[in-house]
């Protein structure tokens, strides 16, 4: 049955057939994006040349910073819920950001000032933060201008997310151009204007969001809690975690710590619901043995973890103890699983087993923003016309290749439908890790003996299968989040998919530390270092994608698509950014 557009309310003011709040909310976000990924195009480069860092530390750092963006929208996420709502979460978020980006304009003097670098440190975490209060939020306030049924909200987040990439292409260039040719102070405080751009943009377009966003309970956010409204005193648990990031980029030790140990409680307590809970109505009533031996095996890997961060393990015993604690685990719940049927619960596993296989895809796609960008300065022929284009625009090529690819992606998904031949998810997912191999081995191809410069061609191959597989993983993944989880654990899974986001970014910062290693830093060794790692990776990603792809018809049995009705994300076939959509499944499906 065909859905025809809602009416638009009496007096509504449209453009192109859409509320003008929706174009509040893409303006806004494209100067948001625009000044994320602007500064982002920059940051490795500030590490190493203005900062001092080594390249491998360099690269931890950025992992870390990414990483703790990828978390904080959880935070962000639930306080909206909550109590602030979408918009004043936004706001807060932007304001938030403005400080942060104009806070990376004050350059000091470099390696030597730790007075600048506490408040480079700082500006870091105030980005962190805000990046969460608005990422998980301003996507939300999309789906709520319209009804659930409108056949318009497709629509809708296909122009919204081409403000995101607008911005994420526009913010690259401009930024890197301006901070690698005049000065860093100048690239960032390009990113500052662009915020805070969009800060105005959402606070003078309040009128035109129709009353979408606001708090669930205005009156709650009035009262007093110690003194102190709960609204403020909310404001000032935000300004608390930015305090704590402020801590945790310097630290990133414990970062990885943190994600290891929160990463192994989540998935095993995901598994141990799905096993146990599902199949006999409560951990009260599952079988004691197995029981104790699923929870045994979370405590060894958490334990693990523990001691490498202690220094009591070295890092090769405490990944031989995590894994064997997985494996032990995971073998109760094959033992668990082996003549019991249910559907719920088969569902989760395969949402598990694409949650971790996106956990290596964003560990070799985040390669862009730190190791592949700094390839790209110091060992490809940059020169077009006589011009060295610097580095960092680069960056710019991943969200150009998404403005143009997404929708012949989206139809090329739907007349593979149609003739009964579209791949299934897992499918999708080992082909998006194929690319993503590809992508490093052409680039392997392309190095040429030490000594040679590498032909621009070859970088804008690399980008290319490198949004190709994202095409292929990231709106697919989504989607299938949703679809999977029952109604009672969306969140839940939602959440996961994005730590396992988290999990991906700081580990991308781990490969990139190898290709910066400090016994092959000088020049001679340098190209040939990046390019033996990025050999490795691209082979192993193959296999991978390989194996994928041969046991996704397993995966596909596991999702039982035939007793599973569809109720798929919004816009889900144009999504291409990681986070895209937020975690409020409840507003943004259809």
């Known amino acids: 049955m065909a859905h025809t557009p809602a009416a638009a309310p009496g007096g509504e003011r ?3 057939g859409h509320p003008l709040g929706l174009f509040i909310l893409f303006f806004a976000e494209m100067w948001e994006r625009f000044s994320y990924y602007g500064m982002r195009a920059l940051l490795i480069f500030y590490l190493t040349q ?42 807060y978020g932007a304001v938030l950001l403005t400080f942060g980006h104009f806070l990376m304009g004050f350059e000091g003097d470099g390696g030597n000032d730790p007075a600048s670098l506490n408040i ?22 999309v789906g709520q201008l319209y009804p659930r049924t409108d056949v318009r909200r497709d629509g809708a987040y296909t122009i919204f997310y081409m403000g995101i990439n607008l911005g994420a292409a526009l913010g690259a260039l401009l930024c890197g151009y301006l901070g690698e040719t ?4 100048y690239g960032f405080g390009a990113a500052g204007v662009g915020m805070l751009l969009g800060l105005i943009v959402f606070v003078l377009g309040k009128p035109l969001l129709n009353g979408k966003g606001e708090a669930p309970d205005p009156a709650r956010l009035s009262r007093a809690v110690a003194g102190i409204k709960l609204e403020w005193l909310l404001y000032i648990l935000g300004l608390v975690a930015v305090v704590a990031c402020w801590w945790l980029v310097q630290n990133q030790a414990v970062v990885g ?18 096993t146990f809970v599902f199949v006999h109505g409560s951990y009260a009533a599952a079988p004691k043995l197995p029981l104790a031996l699923f929870t045994l095996g979370g405590a060894i890997a958490i334990v693990a973890f523990l ?16 894994l064997a604690g997985f494996a032990l685990s995971l073998i109760v719940v094959i033992w668990q699983s082996i003549g019991r049927t249910n559907h719920d619960r088969d569902r989760i596993f395969a949402a598990m087993f694409l949650i971790i296989g996106s956990i290596l895809f964003w560990a070799l796609f985040e390669q862009a923003g730190s190791s592949l960008n700094l390839l790209t300065k110091e060992h490809v022929d940059r020169t077009v016309l006589g011009w060295n284009i610097p580095a960092s625009m680069f960056q710019s090529l ?17 007349s593979l439908g149609r003739k009964g031949i579209e791949p299934s998810t897992p499918a999708k997912f080992g082909l998006a890790v194929i690319q993503l191999g590809a992508g490093f081995l052409v680039l392997v191809a392309g190095g040429g003996s030490e000594g040679t410069m590498i032909p621009l061609v070859f970088i804008f191959l690399i980008y290319l299968l490198h949004t190709t597989g ?4 990231s709106p697919v993944g989504l989607s299938a989040m949703n679809r999977l989880a029952p109604a009672h654990m969306a969140s839940l899974i939602m959440g996961t998919w994005f730590f396992a986001s988290a999990t991906g970014n700081f580990a991308a910062g781990l490969i990139a530390a190898a290709t910066g290693s400090e016994s092959a830093s000088g020049e001679a060794a340098g190209k040939s270092t990046v390019l033996d790692v990025y050999s490795t990776i691209g082979w192993v990603a193959i296999g991978v994608g390989i194996a994928i792809i041969v046991i996704s018809p397993l995966i596909k049995k596991l999702m039982h698509l035939d007793t599973l009705k569809d109720d798929d994300l919004a816009g889900q076939a144009e999504l291409a950014e990681p986070q895209a959509p937020g975690i409020h499944l409840k507003d943004e499906t259809r």
């Open 14 to 16: 449209t453009f192109l």
């Open 50 to 91: 203005h900062w001092l860092f080594s390249k491998s530390e360099s690269g931890v750092i950025y992992g870390a910073y990414t990483a703790l963006v990828y978390i904080t929208p959880v935070l962000g996420g639930y306080l909206a819920d909550r109590y602030l709502g979408q918009r004043k979460a936004v706001l």
């Open 120 to 141: 480079f440190w700082l500006a870091l975490a105030f980005i962190i933060v805000g990046s969460g209060f608005l990422k998980a939020n301003i996507s939300v306030i």
């Open 182 to 185: 005049y000065g860093w102070s």
């Open 257 to 274: 710590t943190l994600l290891g140990i929160g990463g192994t409680i989540l998935i095993l307590y995901v598994l141990g619901v799905a």
């Open 307 to 322: 001691g490498m961060f202690l220094g009591s393990l070295s890092d090769g015993q405490a990944q031989n103890t995590a």
């Open 398 to 414: 991943n969200a150009i290749y998404i403005v143009l690819l997404a929708p012949l992606f989206a139809w090329l998904w739907t």
């Open 470 to 473: 994202e095409l292929c993983l």
